[in-house]
Structures are given as structure tokens and as C-alpha cells.
């Protein structure tokens, strides 16, 4: 274990910094799943399964941007950072390819996604009005959240914060004017929910657009660096993040797989979903912090070269995850009440009872969550290990958990809090192949150019 204070403090002031960005970005969805609650339950339903296609465009821009992350931790951690602006190009260039591919598919044919998701007729109709207007956030959301990331991967996290509390102050404004009509604004219902997330995503990409011209000083990035780039990167780029990418992409899928077997067991069983799923994404936000924080830490540390700081550095920071998620578990089961208790009566007495059992699970698994997910998506992912969480997940997802939780629901029949459990036991058991992983030092890889060559060295921890 490391014993000296100043690691902690920086350690945990990153880690807090990155935690409030997601506590923040997180808000944005919980506000919308609360306040739309307490209008009515169908449109909340219908604007949480809007927002599983929110997910999967979320972790294919997190896919996206790891690849700048983990590049830019390792060349910052070399003292080069004259890469950094053409790998952000390239990452740009890809997330914004995904996020038009979203935007014409939600166009062309909303009402089909969401059968895919639900059976419950006033459930869809109010999804299609939310998703024609909040697909056009979805290119917004990626160059900003790809900036927000490159940005990070060399120390500048401010920015993300503030982007995210101005984005919650504005939706959190719109939506109570424009959901409800207050004011003498039009009450507008979930369509109001969409206007007011869409003026708040183009007011976050001002904010950044802002910041790199006015206060940036080290990328010193401008559109014509973005937009002309050494494209040997690309490759570079490629051999980080596609394993990446297809492991978010096949974990966006399936959250929304996941949703579709819940969304066809009944309107009260997507209701709870919803609440629980919000819940937890806002309450896990410190090991989802710590996990980001880890990764800039570790692929610095891989980049500079000083291999030997590794074996104390990964002990520790396994304790601190095991931490978080004792604490991030607890709170979620001692709050579930309280949290219920803020939608008032809009709630079936069905809803609110699967919505507490369904939190219960989700208290269990954040221990395991916390744990696994930072250990993989931080440290062995900034080591350079990108292509491990695609494998482990793409047997996990798509061999344990997903056949054997439609079986359950669908052809077992059991209670709706047994399929809830089966979607989120993979949590716990991904425990195992994580720590053999970390334990091989298999995930110890540069992957940044040492002199101009290629780049994919592998190597131990000395």
C-alpha cells in the first residue's frame, strides 16, 4: 500500500472532480426520470426507454474517447504532447460518424425502436414525441463529450464539471417551465423534457468551444488543428480503441436487450427499471470516478516509463475500490425509501414495491461493480490493455447473462425481481477474471511512439 498523503489527495481530488462531472452529467437523465414522474409514469417509461438509446450512444462516445485517453495519459506521461491534437481529430472523426448513424436511425423509424423495447402502447406513443426531438442532441453530445475526455487525459478535468452543472441548471429550469406549463409557457409534456435537454446540450458545446479558444493553454487546440491531421494516427488510434469501442458497443446493446426482456414483463416492471437504473447511475458516481482516475494515473505512470511505482499503486487502488463500493452500496439501500418518496403518488403501489426490490439488487452488485469495473475499465485499460473487457464481456453479456435471463422471463416465468437480479449477477461474478487479469501483468503495454516507430510494446511491472 502507498503511505503517502499527497498520493491520496491527488488521487481523490481527481477522482471527486471526475465523480461530480458524472454526478452532473447523470443528473441531467435523473431529473428528467423524476420530474417526468411525478407528470405522469407512462411518460416516464416512454423517456426511459428513449434514453437506452441515450446509453448506447453514450458508451459508443466513451469508446470513442477512451482511445484519446489512454494514447494522451500515456504521451502526457512522456512529456509529448504534440500527438494529442491529431488523436482527438481522429477520435472526433469517429464518435460523430456513430452519433449520425444514431440520428438517422431514431429518424427514420422511432415507433420500431421502441417496440423493440416495450408492448405497452401509451409507453411508445410518448417515447416517439421524446425521441423526435432529442435525437438531434446526439451530435452535439458526442464532440462534446469527446473534448470533455481528450481534455482529461492530460490533467484538465475543471471543465467537465462546469459543463455539466450548467447543463443540469438549464434542464432542470426548462424542464419545470415546459413539462408542467409554468410561467405561461406551453405545457408540453415529455416533448418539453426534449426541448429543454437540447437547449442545454448546445450551451454545453459553447462552453467548451469557449474554453479551448479563450483559457486552453496546453493542446492549444483549434479547428484547423481538429480538422488537418496527420492521419498515420488513425492506425495508432485504430489498435487502442476499436477493442474498445466493440466492448461499449456490446455493452450499449445489450442494456438496451436488457430493457426490452423487462419492458415485455409489464409498464409497472419498466417504471421501476427506470427509477432503479437512475438511482444507481447517480449514487455509483465515485467508483465510476475513481475508475476514470485510475486510468489517467496508471497510463501516465506506463507512459514515464517508471514501472516500478506499479505493484504499490494497483494494491492500493484495489482497496479503494473495494471502499467505494461498500459505500456506494450502502447508500443505496439505506436511501431507497427517501427516493421513492420524491415521486409522491404518481407511482403504481406495484411500481414502488419492484422499484425498492430492484434497488436491493442493485445495492449487492455496485460492491462487485465497484470493484471490477474500475480495476478493468482503469487500470488494465490504462495500461494499455484495451482489447480484455471486450472478450470477458462479449462471453459474459452475450453467454450467461442475456439467454439465461429471457429464459427466466419468458419461458420460467419467475418474478420480475429474479430476471432483475439475473440482468445485473455478471457485477459480481467478473470479480474472478479481473483480478487473474491484473494479477498476470499481461495489461502492462506502451502504446504510444517512443521515437516516431510503432508503437504496442508489451511488458511486466519489473
Excluded at 506502451?446 to 511491472?461: L, M, S
Aim: hydrophobic letters at 50%.
Amino acid at each position: 500500500m502507498i503511505r503517502e498523503r499527497r498520493f491520496y489527495r491527488a488521487f481523490f481530488a481527481l477522482a471527486m472532480s471526475l465523480a461530480l462531472q458524472n454526478l452532473l452529467t447523470f443528473g441531467v437523465n435523473l431529473m428528467d426520470t423524476v420530474m417526468l414522474g411525478r407528470y405522469s409514469q407512462d411518460a416516464m417509461s416512454g423517456v426511459s426507454l428513449c434514453n437506452q438509446v441515450q446509453f448506447l450512444l453514450q458508451m459508443l462516445v466513451t469508446g470513442a474517447g477512451e482511445g484519446a485517453v489512454v494514447l494522451g495519459a500515456q504521451y502526457w506521461g512522456r512529456g509529448r504532447l504534440e500527438p494529442v491534437p491529431h488523436i482527438i481529430g481522429v477520435a472526433l472523426r469517429f464518435g460523430g460518424g456513430l452519433a449520425a448513424a444514431l440520428l438517422a436511425l431514431v429518424l427514420i423509424a422511432p415507433e420500431a425502436l421502441l417496440r423493440l423495447l416495450s408492448n405497452e402502447e401509451a409507453v411508445i406513443a410518448q417515447g416517439v414525441q421524446y425521441f423526435q426531438i432529442i435525437c438531434f442532441t446526439y451530435v452535439i453530445f458526442t464532440v462534446t463529450n469527446i473534448l470533455v475526455a481528450s481534455l482529461r487525459s492530460v490533467g484538465i478535468v475543471r471543465i467537465g464539471y462546469v459543463v455539466s452543472l450548467s447543463t443540469l441548471g438549464i434542464n432542470v429550469s426548462l424542464n419545470y417551465l415546459l413539462i408542467y406549463g409554468r410561467w405561461g409557457c406551453p405545457e408540453l409534456g415529455v416533448r418539453g423534457a426534449a426541448v429543454a435537454t437540447l437547449v442545454s446540450r448546445c450551451m454545453e458545446l459553447v462552453i467548451v468551444v469557449w474554453f479551448l479558444k479563450c483559457r486552453e493553454r496546453q493542446l492549444r487546440l483549434t479547428a484547423r488543428k481538429l480538422l488537418f491531421i496527420d492521419r498515420s494516427y488513425i492506425r495508432d488510434y485504430n489498435r487502442v480503441s476499436a477493442p474498445v469501442l466493440v466492448n461499449q458497443a456490446l455493452w450499449g446493446v445489450a442494456q438496451m436487450v436488457q430493457t426490452g426482456i423487462l419492458g415485455h414483463l409489464g409498464g409497472d416492471v419498466t417504471a421501476a427499471n427506470a427509477i432503479a437504473v437512475q438511482v444507481y447511475q447517480v449514487l455509483s458516481v465515485v467508483a465510476y470516478g475513481a475508475a476514470s482516475a485510475s486510468g489517467i494515473v496508471i497510463g501516465k505512470a506506463v507512459g514515464s516509463g517508471r514501472r516500478e511505482e506499479l505493484r504499490p499503486l494497483v494494491a492500493t487502488l484495489q482497496v479503494l475500490f473495494v471502499l467505494i463500493g461498500l459505500g456506494s452500496g450502502g447508500a443505496i439501500f439505506l436511501l431507497r425509501r427517501p427516493i421513492l418518496a420524491v415521486f409522491g403518488g404518481a407511482l403504481t403501489a406495484r411500481a414502488w414495491t419492484l422499484a425498492m426490490q430492484f434497488m436491493a439488487v442493485i445495492a449487492l452488485t455496485t460492491v462487485g461493480t465497484a470493484y471490477q469495473m474500475s480495476c478493468d475499465n482503469g487500470i488494465i485499460r490504462g495500461g494499455g490493455d484495451t482489447a480484455f473487457s471486450a472478450k470477458m464481456n462479449l462471453v459474459s453479456m452475450w453467454g450467461i447473462v442475456v439467454p439465461l435471463s429471457a429464459l427466466a422471463a419468458f419461458c420460467w416465468e419467475c418474478a420480475p425481481v429474479v430476471v432483475f437480479f439475473l440482468l445485473k449477477w455478471d457485477q459480481l461474478y467478473k470479480i474472478a477474471p479481473v483480478a487473474l487479469r491484473l494479477r498476470s501483468w499481461k495489461w502492462v503495454r506502451t502504446v504510444t511512439r517512443p521515437d516516431g516507430g510503432a508503437a504496442g510494446r508489451k511488458g511486466g511491472a519489473g
